[in-house]
Nanobody
């Protein structure tokens, strides 16, 4: 199973971006999904997470500005980012807790996308 993130780019402060991340492969099911970010010189941090039933949680720094959603039929998670600030500049990574079904059994593990760069200019 692979995660492919897209939607990053350069935007002015106050602008908006929408990130997407789609999971592809065969014989799998997705549990929790989320978005993390890592700014230069800083540790990766959770931005927002969403459970399989749609319950969402957010980092305090993005509450009221970012919205996470998912389309289970498309195996896709989204992050709508509004009122962007320069401090939101980072590489954004999608994450998914996935169970893969194989003939020899099931494997449940974390999967990461490749990251997409978001740059917010002041």
């Amino acid at each position: 199973v692979q995660l492919q993130a897209s939607g990053g780019g350069l935007v002015q402060a106050g602008g908006s971006l929408r990130l997407s991340c789609v999971a592809s492969g065969s014989s799998f099911s997705i549990h929790d999904m989320g978005w993390y970010r890592q700014a230069p010189g800083r540790q990766r941090e959770l931005v927002a997470g969403i459970s399989s039933d749609g319950s969402a949680n957010y980092a305090d720094s993005v509450k009221g500005r970012f919205t996470i959603s998912r389309d289970n039929a498309k195996n896709t998670v989204y992050l709508q980012m509004n009122s962007l600030k320069p401090e939101d500049t980072a590489v954004y990574y999608c994450n998914a807790d996935i169970t893969i079904y194989q003939a020899v059994g099931t494997i449940r593990s974390d999967h990461w996308g490749q990251g997409t760069l978001v740059t917010v200019s002041s």
